[in-house]
């Protein structure tokens, strides 16, 4: 199937999930949800991650549930999570290396009634992610030049994902040039679009190549700490 764009209903369709978020309603709009969401979400997985190969011709993507795509039902087992049942926001992953999806550096999207949220690296790191990453960063010259590599994509409109602690952990100290990176429980890069984007594929496509290629450094970067994980 060739990717068209998304459909002008998908976005009313997502916000009618939004108001009637329940397993009953959205089983009987099942029909809807082919057409609007996960049909095009195929196309657009396969046509954007071909055009991602021209930057890194490794990325890994599948135009299939729990691959690129992300199960529409949310799980409400898990301890604080949202409890109501359908996501009304789509997300799309294309990830380089040989570990988990969600542990790997990649390029990431998703777009709800609300934003459309495009991004690069990797958001919220497990304990062995995050132990490469401290370790990658105590080094004083790589630690310099991914905080300038931060700082150089704010000035183009990007922004870094919050920190997640208030204390420096074991190893780093006030006294350290760039020392806030040890604060992060990820590293990410992110910027906010208009979610119409989404109806013109020429626009989307090359919106989101661009974003993309001007963030491809911290892909990179995040990518290389990736190689260093060491399991338990």
């Not at 969401?37 to 599948?62: C, D, K, Q, Y």
């Not at 898990?78 to 380089?96: E, L, S, T």
């Not at 998703?110 to 497990?126: M, N, Q, T, Y």
Request: charged share 30%.
């Amino acid at each position: 199937m060739e990717f068209k764009g998304f459909s002008k209903k998908t976005l009313p369709f997502l916000e009618a999930i939004r108001q009637n978020n329940n397993k009953e309603w959205f089983e009987a709009h099942k029909g809807e949800y082919e057409e609007y969401i996960l049909n095009p979400s195929r196309a657009f997985a396969t046509e954007m991650g071909e055009h991602l190969m021209a930057l890194e011709p490794n990325v890994i993507f599948e135009p299939k549930i729990n691959k690129s795509l992300f199960r529409i039902y949310r799980d409400t087992r898990r301890m604080g999570a949202n409890k109501a049942p359908i996501k009304h926001r789509i997300g799309f992953i294309f990830w380089q290396g040989s570990g988990s999806r969600m542990q790997s550096s990649s390029f990431y999207m998703h777009f709800s009634p609300d934003e459309l949220f495009v991004a690069v690296g990797v958001r919220w790191f497990e304990k062995p992610m995050l132990d490469a990453y401290r370790e990658y960063i105590k080094n004083d010259k790589r630690r310099i030049e991914l905080d300038n590599l931060l700082k150089s994509l704010h000035v183009k409109g990007y922004s870094t994902i919050e920190k997640g602690y208030k204390k420096y952990p074991r190893g780093f100290n006030a006294d350290m040039p760039s020392v806030d990176l040890a604060l992060y429980k990820g590293m990410a890069l992110y910027k906010i679009l208009e979610p119409s984007l989404i109806e013109d594929k020429d626009k989307l496509i090359e919106t989101l190549y661009k974003i993309y290629e001007d963030m491809l450094p911290l892909q990179r970067v995040v990518y290389e700490i990736s190689l260093h994980v060491k399991e338990d």
